[in-house]
């Protein structure tokens, strides 16, 4: 009787799906040369950006509005001179859209209030769609795994295949595996003509969520 030989692989899982979030992140930034200046503009533009917002609730998941802070700084001088304070007052907010063919819209209207500027777009899955697909994605590497571990044994003449180890990258030799996280490779983007003002029409590429394993198995 032959004796069984160990074969150890790793496997990968990887799939592409349409996100059906977006973040869309804003910030509000006023200077003034007070404090009541600065913090005025600033708490006016909360209040159109909040009243913004509540006119699209009905597309949103969430939302959420820091309040004004404030601070101060003196500008600087190449001469070392000592000038006045200069007065900041900020807020940041971020609006989880669920309705993604609204994104484009919710953006440029945000983006018109005065002092607001969109500072960031993210793409993501809600927590019951990432674990769906993730799950699926690691059924899809150890299948991977599985199909490399029978082509070794083929080759060796051997028939019989058995996993005797299924683990996370590193775990088979002990070490801590490396967190992987669902990655945009980008966002494309257009201009199409939206009345006096272009409207940029927003087109998330797919998310690429991928898995991998390690499997050690018995070829008898």
Known sequence: MTNPVTITVTGHGERS????????????EFDGSSRAEAADAATSSAAALTDAIRGVEHDLSRWSLDRVQHSRYRPYHPEGERLPWNYRSTATGAVTVRNLDAVAAIVDRLAGIEGV???GIGWSLTRK?????V?????LAVQDALAKAHGYA????????TAVALADPGLLD????????????????SGPAHGDRPTVELVPEKLRITA???ARFEAR
């Open 129 to 133: 769609r990432h674990a769906k697909v």
């Open 135 to 139: 799950a699926r994605v690691r059924d």
């Open 117 to 119: 500027d969109v500072t």
């Open 154 to 161: 083929d080759s060796l003449g051997f028939e019989n295949v």
């Open 174 to 189: 002990g070490h801590r595996p490396d967190a992987g996280m669902p990655v945009m490779r980008s966002m494309a983007a």
């Open 17 to 28: 799906v349409a996100p059906n979030r977006c973040v869309v992140r804003v910030s509000i």
């Open 212 to 214: 991998d394993v390690e």
